[in-house]
């Protein structure tokens, strides 16, 4: 993790990518910087899996039979593409590439494969964060809280997301889910300093956020989790 940040302001867009494991909170904290900046997009994703009740087709993911998404695998159409739970998801190359030429910002909620593959393929523009949940115990409460998936799933869910937590040090900033609050503030002046430039406000909640030793929170998780 790099403790400074980019300030260039830029004519080309801002690639945010947002990781963490499963039940860390991710999807709520992109969810609200969308609903606050609308210059900023999501990114929807292909995937082969079914559609879950309550999703939209186009709106949460571009839901796609395996033959379709492997002859765009075959077409070289992804930035991105991983199997996830026996079902295959990607990033669609092409419309990410116009946005950001004209100087949209778009937001990732990506696996940490996922999050590697967009920055290698947009190293100049990736802005990568990832969210550490408080603990492990909270991570797996989360997680079987849900009551959209089988037990078995559950687990598979929560071996996956102590797993991604040993890749925190791919990202150049990270970000303690311990207060949803304070976790939202961390990310909003982390995006807003790479899009406009440094600002005394968000300067004190970018050190405020370094001083309290994120990186050192996620070597205790990882250190728990081998004993």
Known sequence: ???????????????????????????????????????????????????????????????????????????????????????????????????????????????????????QRWPEDSLKIFILPPDLEVLAGRLRSRATDAPEVIERRLRKAIDEVEHWHDYHHLIVNDELERAY???RALYLTRRFGADPTLDAILAANLASAPDQHARRLVAIDKR
């Open 1 to 119: 993790m790099t403790g400074g940040y980019d300030s260039r302001v830029t004519d080309r867009g801002v690639l945010v990518i947002v990781s963490s494991p499963s039940g860390a909170g991710k999807t709520t904290l992109t969810r609200r910087l969308l609903a606050e900046f609308p210059r900023l997009e999501f990114s929807v994703s292909y995937t082969t899996r079914p559609m879950r009740v309550g999703e939209v087709d186009g709106r949460d993911y571009h839901f796609v039979s395996p033959d379709v998404f492997e002859a765009m695998v075959q077409r070289g159409e992804f930035a991105e593409h991983a199997f996830v739970f026996n079902n295959r998801y990607g990033t669609a190359q092409a419309p990410v590439e116009a946005a950001l030429a004209q100087g949209r910002d778009i937001i990732f909620d990506v696996d940490w494969q996922g999050g590697a593959a967009l920055s």
């Open 185 to 187: 503030h961390v990310l």
